[in-house]
């Protein structure tokens, strides 16, 4: 199977705007972690079962955005979770946003995720067997909008 950005989406919910009717920029961590955790369940390693099955955490570590495009209530978006790169102990995953109605980017982030020792929180190597699945959700963030339809931003 060809690697493979995962997409799922989801509308702006009220809980997500601020008082001006715009998406909050806070609210996207929600649309990152839907994304995230159905990525991994489609990977077959649903977060109820992967820390036990692989005797590991994955802490976050870092998470960037930038914010494209205003979305607002009810406004449906697109999110596509894949991975650019397998380091020893850590993951990096990207996230990008496409706002439907207008045909863009409403926002791109990545976030780094460590491999730790459950007991002392110390980075350990990524399971090969944890690498092995989700290796086909990683591609380059080019790759990744070329399934999306996005170049330079917006819906071809």
Do not use: K
């Amino acid at each position: 199977m060809q690697p493979h950005p995962f997409i799922v989406d989801e509308y702006v919910r009220w809980s997500d705007i601020d008082p001006a009717g715009i998406i909050f920029y806070g609210a996207y961590v929600r649309f990152f972690e839907i994304a995230e955790t159905e990525l991994f369940r489609e990977a077959g390693v649903p977060y109820s079962e992967v820390f036990d099955r692989f005797g590991i955490w994955l802490p976050r570590v870092h998470l960037s955005c930038d914010f494209e495009y205003p979305a607002r209530l009810d406004d449906r978006l697109r999110v596509a979770a894949y991975f650019t790169e397998f380091g020893r102990s850590s993951i990096r995953i990207n996230f990008d946003v496409v706002h439907l109605g207008a045909g863009v980017l409403a926002a791109t982030a990545e976030e780094v995720l460590v491999c730790t020792d459950r007991q002392t929180r110390r980075p350990i190597p990524l399971p090969q067997g944890l690498r092995d699945v989700l290796e086909r959700f990683g591609l380059s963030r080019d790759e990744a909008r070329r399934h999306l339809g996005i170049a330079n931003g917006a819906m071809t």
